[in-house]
């Protein structure tokens, strides 16, 4: 295996601690906001995602790395702000209406947030029209809805109706334990994904399509 | 604490169908004298529920408990128990939930007129409070349709009472996909003490009202929780397992408040809380997986008092209707272990012993509860001067217990989970004896946009 | 007759997981050597099979296979059987048939690969020949193409064949809802028994030429079909009790031809079958009740070597997908066999014994396929010179064995059920000795619109 | 209860043989062949059904009194033909392409004979285009449609459908053990049972709601 640069390593092992050093010594060697993002940053979380995904780790243990980067951010933002760069895609994700569950959601948000996207969480019990709303405000390139009740599997259509219904033409991804690819096709969503591993690559294949 | 020393301290005694203190319904069902018994659980498949949508609601229900209890009379069950647990929309608005109620109650009185077969209803209102954020605890419309329906089912003839209460899980999602103990503890020890103190409180006011049974909660959005993430490989099982023993001092408080049993099916804390408080206890295990795999599916039942399936949806299978399938499955369940019993205690004992070792060294979920370690666990418990303390004690004790098993070769651990135990150990040497000082510290690290403090009598 | 004497001769040794003859299989799992392994068994969920439909077909079978074994592994079985039972249009169109088989494998050596999880596969085209009607049994497209599909599963390593075979049910349904016990000894003793052989040779040939095993038919449409008619009360359950006897004498024909076993699941003739050849079997009972409900839920599991669920629909339930929950299931249920077994043969026959007191004295059924009752029925085939007497035979047993136990108070019978013993009786002394006198007594009754004697090399 | 019509008695008790000389005794009485069939068999056949639907007795006792009243039937429809008359209501039946199972079918049809209908039986395995062409010929008030296969229920929706395109008003009725109230509903079936029972019931208020 190549060597890893200290940034992506301490991102990996979630040493936070020793990130704004390093990102400083970064910056101080000449690269941009952007490229120490993408170059150092997004690679250590792809390396905690895949070993996650073998189950060689666990949500705590990658929950310590996304702090980690976190803690880069909170240094790179307002440079990439000033420099005008924007995460490459935006997402908004929300459980339905009538429905609590977000363990579920909040994992998926966590993903999507270690692949570099900007995600926008409108929380539990979230009415359609509050998503409409927020779409219209804050385009994103991906929504994604959760529901973990049979009873609220109705309240998932009818988001995506409403959604669809509004013409804002945005990519819908939903899931949830009682969601089927049967029950997302027949409903008109875009993607599915059974768990929060493969809730990245559904979503990148959707904004990849897009592109 | 109320409970300072064990209703059964013989790891050979904490066995299914049998509790010190069994309880009798009006029809004269014996829940833990010496018979198990099936209890079935249920719930709609994919349909809005609305005003418009209740004419459906209500023919699911017709349906669900006419072909369930017909099987279960076919097939001669000794008595069945029949957990109606309530969808958000039924407890925000009780009238529904009472319609439901009501067409259940009617469904068991005609089967019973029909062929004899005792029924007893569990009414396990869902808790709604959590629909504002941060939730009211005490009072506003959630609370107040709460208690309204629990009152109108106790007064339609539901004589068991149980919830499945949310009081602390506000912070405690968040301190399992942390793997924080000391968050969980001060979820389940401290806010969830004092919430259930509360509700049980109330509960136990209407079940007196109605001469009716208080018969548990169940920490299951915490130990369950935990599960479920543990089974999807998300957090591990070490830490699962010691969650769920600590779990057993927030549910032992509906039993300081006057509940009775049997405990709600999806405590598999409940082992713990009968060695303690001798009450009968609802189990779920290899019959549930219609509603959660298991990683004890045989050992849940080695301690039950009833057997139920947990939850399934009113959808056909190629045998008939879902819900009249897993009668059928808990009935026969059921039987082995009562023909086990008639054979007399040397023969129960030894059912128990099996449906033990079947799962016991393969996931340190089961070794915590089995009968064994339930006893030890359950002696931490009402060795400590306070919850809090209580939990400290138990989690101690269920680590060193994993320890020891594992390092004997009795419990199989993945690789990347061994580490944990150290962690584990460390956060809890790390907590102050003080709970003063322990609630100062968390409410401090706490989330306070996710939970007000004075909703659990804490400021 | 092949078989004159009994493989088991003593209730207590027909008993799980062990056979007097075991299997081994390429992996190494030894079914009938001391071991009960799940066997799983899986069915599409409401859509078309066609070609444009197959992609989704495909989809469906490589999830369940996922999933399914995925859990297994989880929970550390020894080892699991899947029995793929085809589809009308997949034994139709063999091509579809192999894509599947081929899906199944593949996903079977993939989990081996990952997790060392051991399995094998039995393969059950089904039975097609009734398309046409009446019958060709002997040539045609539909026999064409059901040899094609059982030769090319097992040159690609399905291990195991079977079939649920139809030979002689054209006149058999009749039989069956007009109570007719000499019609139904017809189908299955004169006409079965013919069509078995034949049939038989031909597999026997096919999984010699592939070096896999025949394992056994199932007189499914027979036996099964009077075992739901009696649960929906359209037939009386000692008639039912009484035609699952004779079914014994027709399935035994394949193990003539060469089968070895595991005899088909559903084929709950199969304990008296066990006592006669030694070979295991499997078996399903309570928890195939997501394929149909059963009197012997308990029971069945007594003498079984592999335990199944039947067959359940790939559809979502609250816990995952059907055949992962059920998997589940299994895997648990066999776990507590296994672990009775390994504390030795005084423990297995203890539970052994508590499988069938459960089930035995509720349902005629039941009672007919207990270890007890199994052992005399076999004996009053293998003492018979011929199978339409073995028919006969084992009737007669069935009625006075019945009787007996109903007169002692050892089985409970409805009311409206005792007076059949007689007619039953009646029936059996009316028939004639000859065989040919049978045959043409039957042939001029039949329905000749409905089956053709000369499929039967009956002229 | 009231005393019960020879005839009817014989019905009920399946005593085959003497039903030809009873059946001659009404008409040499003055009794015409419709009140005979009307007032003396059908009711004995309605006894039978609801001793049936009470689990008093079993399928194999009510085929011989259906037998028994075949006989009388075997002398009295000359004369009905002869009349004119014909039983009030005509149904067709089948099981759907695909499927063989017939059990459950077979005893329908027999349960809507006892009832007094005419009952065309198309068999097992039967492709929409023959229930069409069956329907132009015949002309039945009621179809019924069986299916026990999962994988036959899509070929229960395109007979429904194949046989609404035809455009000739007529009843549908559905049945078998996957079908359910929500499917049979879903797929424009005008009405479901879940049993033989049942079945007379659900043809009969399909009837009256026709007339
Ligand atoms: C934890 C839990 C709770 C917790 C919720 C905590 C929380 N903050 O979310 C509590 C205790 C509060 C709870 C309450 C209730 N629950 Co609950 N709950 C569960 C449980 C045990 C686990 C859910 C979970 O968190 N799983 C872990 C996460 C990681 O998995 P996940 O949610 O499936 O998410 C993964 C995927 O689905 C996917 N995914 C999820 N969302 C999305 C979105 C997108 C865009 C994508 C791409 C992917 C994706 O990726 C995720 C990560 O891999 C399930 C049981 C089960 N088998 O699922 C029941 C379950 C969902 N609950 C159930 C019920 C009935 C209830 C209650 C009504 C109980 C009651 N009567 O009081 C209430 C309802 C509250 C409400 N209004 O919503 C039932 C549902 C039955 C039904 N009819 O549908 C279940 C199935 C339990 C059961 N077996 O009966 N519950
Ligand atoms: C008997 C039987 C057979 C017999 C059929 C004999 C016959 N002539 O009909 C045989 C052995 C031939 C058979 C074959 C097969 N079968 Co089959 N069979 C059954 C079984 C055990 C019982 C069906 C039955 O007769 N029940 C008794 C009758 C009285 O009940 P009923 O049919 O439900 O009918 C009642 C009601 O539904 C209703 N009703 C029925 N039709 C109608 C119509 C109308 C208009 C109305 C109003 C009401 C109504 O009233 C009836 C009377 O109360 C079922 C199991 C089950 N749980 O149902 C499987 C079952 C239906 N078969 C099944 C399968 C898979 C098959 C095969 C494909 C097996 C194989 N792999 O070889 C083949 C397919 C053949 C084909 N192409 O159709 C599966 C279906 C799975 C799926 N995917 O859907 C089942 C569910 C078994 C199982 N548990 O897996 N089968
Ligand atoms: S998981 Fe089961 S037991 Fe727990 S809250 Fe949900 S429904 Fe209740
Ligand atoms: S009933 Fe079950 S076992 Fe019998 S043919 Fe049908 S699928 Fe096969
Ligand atoms: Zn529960
Ligand atoms: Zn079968
Ligand atoms: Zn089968």
């Keep these: ?211 | 604490m109320k409970y300072t020393s064990l209703a059964i301290d013989d790891p050979a005694e904490l066995i299914f169908g049998v509790a010190p203190h069994p309880l009798t319904t009006r029809e004269g069902m014996v829940i833990g004298g010496g018979t198990v018994y099936p209890e079935l659980n249920f719930t709609l498949p994919p349909i809005t529920i609305d005003a418009a949508g209740m004419a459906e609601v209500r023919r699911n229900y017709a349906d669900i408990i006419e072909g369930a209890l017909g099987r279960a009379a076919e097939l001669t069950a000794p008595g069945v128990v029949i957990e109606f647990e309530t969808l958000p929309p039924m407890t925000e608005h009780p009238e529904w939930g009472m319609e439901i109620v009501n067409i259940l109650i009617e469904g068991m009185e005609r089967e019973k007129a029909r062929s004899g077969l005792k029924s007893v209803l569990r009414m396990t209102p869902n808790d709604n409070r959590e629909f504002e954020r941060p939730p009211l605890m005490r009072r506003g419309r959630y609370w107040e349709a709460m208690l309204q329906l629990f009152e109108g089912s106790a007064a339609a003839g539901a004589e068991l009472l149980s919830i499945e209460s949310v009081g602390g899980k506000e912070l405690h999602d968040e301190a399992l996909v942390n793997g924080d103990l000391a968050a969980s503890i001060f979820s389940l020890c401290i806010l969830g003490e004092r919430d259930m103190r509360f509700l049980w409180t109330h509960l136990n006011d209407i079940a007196k009202k109605h001469g009716v049974y208080c018969a548990g909660d169940t920490a299951c959005g915490f130990g369950n929780t935990a599960m479920v993430l543990a089974e999807q490989k998300m957090i591990p099982r070490v830490f699962a397992a010691v969650v769920r023993a600590v779990t057993a001092v927030r549910s032992l408080v509906a039993y300081e408040c006057g509940a009775v049993g049997p405990g709600k099916d999806c405590g598999y804390e409940n082992p713990i809380l009968k060695a303690i408080t001798g009450f009968p206890m609802a189990m779920e295990g290899k019959t549930s997986a219609c509603a959660h795999l298991s990683p004890m599916g045989n050992l849940a039942a080695a301690t039950c008092d009833t057997w139920s399936n947990e939850s399934v949806q009113n959808i056909k299978l190629l045998g008939g209707m879902a819900p009249t399938c897993y009668m059928e499955q808990l009935i026969y369940d059921c039987r082995l272990m009562n023909c086990a019993r008639a054979e007399g205690r040397d023969s129960a004992r030894m059912l128990q012993r099996w449906l033990v070792e079947s799962d016991v060294a393969t996931d340190p979920q089961a070794f915590i509860i089995s009968p064994e370690s339930s006893v030890e666990l359950a002696r931490a418990i009402v060795g400590s001067d306070s919850h809090y303390h209580a939990g400290i004690a138990v989690a101690r004790k269920a680590v060193s217990l994993l320890r020891e098993a594992n390092a004997a070769g009795r419990l199989r651990i993945a690789g990347n989970e061994a580490g944990w135990f150290d962690t584990l150990d460390d956060t809890l040497d790390d907590l102050p004896d003080s709970e003063g000082e322990f609630i100062s510290q968390q409410l401090a690290l706490a989330d306070s946009t996710k939970f007000i403090a004075a909703e659990y009598g804490l400021t």
């Design chain 1, 1 to 211: 295996m190549n060597e890893l640069h200290p940034l992506t390593q301490a991102v990996i092992n979630g040493r936070r601690k020793e990130v704004p050093d390093l990102v400083q010594q970064c910056l101080d060697a000449g690269e941009d906001a952007k490229s120490i993002v993408q170059d150092r940053l997004v690679p250590g979380m792809t390396v905690v995602g895949e070993r996650f995904k073998k189950n060689e780790i666990f949500v705590p243990e990658m929950l310590v790395a996304a702090r980690a980067m976190k803690e880069a951010l909170k240094i790179l933002e307002p440079l990439l702000v000033a420099a005008g760069v924007r995460p490459e895609h935006t997402a908004i994700i929300g459980t339905v209406e009538g429905d609590l569950h977000d363990i579920g959601k909040n994992l998926v948000a966590m993903m999507w947030k270690g692949a570099n996207m900007e995600v926008i969480d409108l929380g539990v019990n979230v009415p359609p029209a509050k998503f409409v709303e927020a779409i219209a405000q804050h385009k994103p390139h991906l929504v994604g809805l959760s529901a973990l009740l049979t009873t609220t599997m109705p309240a998932m259509r009818t988001t995506v109706k409403a959604i669809r219904d509004a013409g804002i033409p945005v990519k819908i991804v939903v899931g949830g334990a009682p969601i089927t690819r049967e029950f997302a096709e027949e409903i008109g969503a875009d993607g599915y994904s059974r768990d929060a591993g493969s809730a990245v690559d559904a979503a990148l294949e959707l904004l990849r399509a897009k592109a």
